[in-house]
């Protein structure tokens, strides 16, 4: 990975409570370009921003030190906890959403987590997606982000494998779904379309047996 090219947003402030990192929350731009985004997240004005940005071929930008508190996340909650800007590093990723991501784009982003990881001793299941910890508000990284990928490098947490149940009761999804850290309060829709954009964003209609698999034996943040 090349080094970041730095690139200072206003748009940054303390960590609260002293808190340090113990997550890593991906986004997508939804954007026409990099450049654009990289304006956008900036702007004093638009008061939004993220510690890094990557585009297309693998450029990487940083905007905020690791040390500060980047304001990407917004509203939610993960493993029961909120203000995720506080406990988290920001990534964001140039794509609109409707398409993959690059190579260049995905081994510059494992690089970057492998560092991040290290230097704030946070395990593969403080790897998250801006869906994860925000159900029905947000849908980045979206259906065509590979998080298998990062799975299988240890960049992110495995997921439960055909030996977990195969039974699809309601309230076990649930259960499971908490336990991985998806503690958001929505109702059952919202929560199964946010456990399906990390692990099955081809799959539609009622809750299925496949639904509970990936969630079964798999880690999560303390």
Known sequence: MSSAIWHPSPNFGPRRDGLTPSLIVIHYTAMDSAEAALHRLCDPAVEVSAHYLIGGDGTLWQMVAEEHRAWHAGAGEWCGVDDINSRSIGIELDNRGSHPFSEPQMACLEALLAGIMKRWAIPPAGVIGHSDMAPGRKFDP?????????????????????????????????????????????????????????????????LAGADVVPLSNRGRVG
Do not use: I, K, N
């Open 142 to 206: 979206g259906p065509h982000f590979d998080w298998a990928r990062l799975e299988r490098l240890g960049l992110a947490a495995a997921r439960g494998q055909d030996d977990g149940p195969q039974d699809a009761p309601p309230a076990l999804f649930r259960a499971l779904a908490r336990d991985a850290g998806f503690t958001a309060d929505v109702d059952d829709d919202t929560l199964l379309g946010a456990v399906r954009l990390r692990y099955r964003p081809w799959a539609s209609g009622p």
